[in-house]
């Protein structure tokens, strides 16, 4: 069975840190890029970052460029999401969600298995 | 960025009816378009890629078409447990997702 299990989720000030985790099982992490994605409350869906299946390329979306980090360890398949100077806009649940794509470094981007969240909350 | 836009954004029907919903891009996509259906308190569901191609294990109810900017989900015979929120979503290097279309019980 494929599963992706997020963890690390918390509240948090303003200006500060967390690091999520994603543990994946059931296929073959190290052959997949991964997505975070996240969900404020009672809004929508917004595309966070993507890290390739060997970990080369990572790419993010604007509003968290230079405060995120994505990376993964393949040998304990496990995706991760530093997160610093953390802002009220921040706050949400966060998915990890799995590439349709085998071994495919490049867009379309298809997310077909996704965990079922950590909520993280940013306030004072 | 490529803005993507859904109609309606809500739709109130019954069981057994036709609902077909609208996802529209700002830039041309090719055939670079995903659905997803998400019911409250739980993750996305990939129910269509590639704007047609169905995700295994999803009822052939669903259907999706479209190509370039304009694109569409269609759910032939709505069933109970349809009922949920359904997304849009563009495929390039950075992703990006409709508002979402909800369908409700009439």
């Known amino acids: 069975q494929v599963l992706l299990v997020e963890s690390g989720g918390g509240v948090v000030q303003p200006g500060g840190s967390l690091r999520l985790s994603c543990a994946a099982s059931?296929?073959?992490?190290?052959?997949?890029?991964v997505h975070w994605v996240r969900q404020a409350p009672g809004k929508g869906l917004e595309w966070v970052a993507f890290?390739?299946?060997?970990?080369?390329?990572?790419y993010y979306t604007d509003s968290v460029k230079g405060r995120f980090t994505i990376s993964r360890d393949n040998s304990e398949n496990t995706l991760y999401l530093q997160m610093n100077s953390l802002r009220a806009e921040d706050t949400a649940v966060y998915y990890c969600?799995?590439?349709?794509?085998?071994?495919?470094?490049?867009?379309?981007?298809?997310?077909?298995?996704w965990g079922k969240g950590t909520t993280v909350t940013v306030s004072s | 960025d490529i803005q993507m836009t859904q109609s309606p954004f809500y739709v109130s029907a019954s069981v057994g009816d036709r609902v077909t919903i609208t996802c529209r891009a700002s830039q041309g996509l090719s055939s670079w378009l995903a659905w997803y259906q998400q019911k409250p308190g739980k993750a996305p569901k990939l129910l269509i890629y590639a704007a047609s191609s169905l995700q295994s294990g999803v009822p052939s109810r669903f259907s999706g078409s479209g190509y370039g900017t304009e694109f569409t989900l269609t759910i032939s015979s709505l069933q109970p447990e349809d009922f949920a929120t359904y997304y849009c979503?563009?495929?390039?290097?950075?992703?990006?997702f409709g508002p979402g279309t909800k369908v409700d019980i009439k």
């Open positions: 890290i390739q299946y060997d970990g080369k390329n990572k």
């Open positions: 969600a799995k590439d349709r794509g085998l071994v495919v470094p490049t867009a379309p981007f298809y997310m077909d298995v």
């Open positions: 059931g296929f073959i992490f190290s052959s997949y890029g």
């Open positions: 979503q563009q495929a390039s290097r950075f992703p990006s």
